[in-house]
């Protein structure tokens, strides 16, 4: 078959296939910390939020596959479980987003390098996709710093009413 992709972009498609896939499992852990203090809306939220990066990665092994690359997993590390409180869960959240837009940006800068346009094209998706997680995250970190700790109910008040969509 013929491959549509460089070695060196198709290595970096899959080191970005893992990266998504800790953000699946580290939005699950943050979830679940929601989750246990009773606080489902900003549960929920991040359950979805989990959902969507692994729909990321799968993006990411469909179109190797359909260009002729090759997929290869990488081993998953281990997620931040605990933490002291819901600010500093968001704030983790929105750390990740940051450093997940830049390194789409770097796979961009690769594929504009290599001039594959086709690349190009498929990031593309993920440069916009970006801009809209790293607002949201924003967005949620700062209602979460307002109400403080003890208010959190009205972060849940705010979700229930279409805040953080």
Known sequence: MTTLISPELNRAF??????ELFASNQYIAIASYFDGRALKKLAAMFFKQSEEEREHAMKFVEYLNEVGGTVEVPAISATTSEFKNAEEAVRLALKWELEVTHQINQLMTMAVEQKDYAAQEFLDWFV???????????????????????????????LSHGGGE
């Open 14 to 19: 899959n080191e970005q296939i893992g990266r």
């Open 128 to 158: 916009k996709e970006q801009v809209e997680e790293v607002s949201t995250m924003q967005d949620l970190l700062q209602i979460v710093q307002q109400v403080g700790e003890h208010y959190l109910i009205m972060v849940e008040a705010y």
